[in-house]
Every structure is written in structure tokens, then in C-alpha cells.
């Protein structure tokens, strides 16, 4: 069965940096688009970054582009983002996420914290 797990996160300072990572399974990773997520304390899920199967296109919100990078490894079917810069609103729930024969599949979420 299709599984996105995560790790890495936790807490780091205002400009700092925190990396999280995903691991996938039960599909064919090199073939698919893949997404990190966020959900702040009482806020709504939404998405920051995507990557297309290949690298080839990456795509950010507002909030975190130039700050955030995605990036993925296909031989290894990991995907990793790389967070620079943090702000405290940068705070939340961090999700792995993969659309996948008609429905999103997620991971259990990593909490990154930033505060002084």
C-alpha cells in the first residue's frame, strides 16, 4: 500500500535552518508529483512547494519562496525540503503528500517549531 513518512523538523531560532524529510512507498515514485504541506496551530492545511517527477519544475507559495527548497532523490524515493531563513510563522505541522490513483495519500506529519 501506497505510505509517505516523515522525519526530521523540531526547533530552531528565528533565521534559522531546519530540513525535513519524506520517504515513500507502494507506488511508483519517479512518476509522480510530489508536495510538502504545512498546518499552522488553528489554521487551515496548505500547500509550499511541489516537485514534478523528474526535479525538472519546482513550485512555492509566496510565503516561503526564496526561503524554502524541495528537492527529491528518485533512487533513494525521498523527498526533502530544505527551510532557511525560518520566521516564526513558519510554525506548524509539516506534511508529505502524493496524489495518487484518485486520492491524496499523507504521512503523519513532523512539527517544526521556531522560536526564540
Known amino acids: 500500500q501506497v505510505q509517505v513518512v516523515e522525519s526530521g523538523g523540531g526547533l530552531a531560532r528565528p533565521g534559522g535552518s531546519l530540513s525535513v524529510s519524506c520517504v515513500a512507498s507502494?507506488?511508483?515514485?519517479?512518476?509522480?508529483?510530489m508536495r510538502w504541506y504545512r498546518q499552522p496551530p488553528g489554521k487551515a492545511r496548505e500547500l509550499i512547494a511541489d516537485?514534478?517527477?523528474?526535479?525538472?519544475?519546482?513550485l512555492y507559495a509566496n510565503s516561503v519562496r526564496g526561503r524554502f527548497t524541495i528537492s527529491r532523490d528518485n533512487g533513494a524515493n525521498t523527498v526533502q525540503l530544505q527551510m532557511n531563513s525560518l520566521l516564526p510563522e513558519d510554525t506548524a505541522v509539516y506534511y508529505c503528500?502524493?496524489?495518487?490513483?484518485?486520492?491524496?495519500?499523507w504521512g503523519q506529519g513532523t512539527q517544526v517549531t521556531v522560536s526564540s
Open positions: 503528500n502524493v496524489y495518487y490513483d484518485t486520492r491524496d495519500y
Open positions: 507502494g507506488f511508483s515514485f519517479k512518476d509522480y508529483d
Open positions: 516537485i514534478t517527477p523528474t526535479g525538472a519544475r519546482t
